[in-house]
């Protein structure tokens, strides 16, 4: 088992701009949605608290660079668990290009989210969910 949770895509041209590189937002797009196919696929019951009162706040999102991708390179989009507090999760995410000769990182992002609860106008600060906390317990990147 890997110590990362993955998702695969390949590159279309509606993500690349005017040079045929890929548009940086894209970057966070994949990485939301890898947070997405984790909960679907890893804690369906958190999707439940979701739709209740559960909100997943995002507070902080960064992406560095390193090598350009365009249309129809294979992507893996690699998701750590970085740091697990009472109420906040920090993820790094690896973005890797997929190729016959090997594998080039092209990317590193974080995001660090907040969990919370209440209606709308009175949100506050609240415990991550047990059933998150086990599902991301595989995925630490300080793992022994």
């Not at 890929?22 to 958190?46: D, H, I, T």
């Not at 706040?57 to 750590?80: H, N, P």
Request: net charge neutral.
């Amino acid at each position: 088992m890997t110590d990362y949770y993955e998702i695969r895509h390949t590159v279309g041209f509606e993500e690349t701009n005017l040079v045929g590189n890929v548009y940086y937002v894209n970057y966070l797009r994949w990485q939301g949605r890898c947070r997405e196919m984790f909960l679907k696929e890893r804690a369906p019951s958190v999707l439940e608290e979701l739709r209740a009162d559960l909100k997943l706040f995002t507070l902080k999102v960064e992406c560095e660079f390193l090598a350009e991708i365009t249309a129809f390179d294979e992507l893996s989009v690699r998701m750590r668990l970085e740091e697990l507090t009472r109420t906040q999760i920090e993820f790094s995410f690896d973005y890797v290009v997929l190729r016959p000769d090997g594998e080039l990182l092209v990317a590193r992002g974080r995001q660090r989210i907040a969990c919370m609860r209440g209606p709308n106008t009175a949100t506050v600060p609240a415990p991550v969910p047990d059933a998150l906390r086990r599902a991301l317990a595989p995925y630490s990147a300080r793992r022994g």
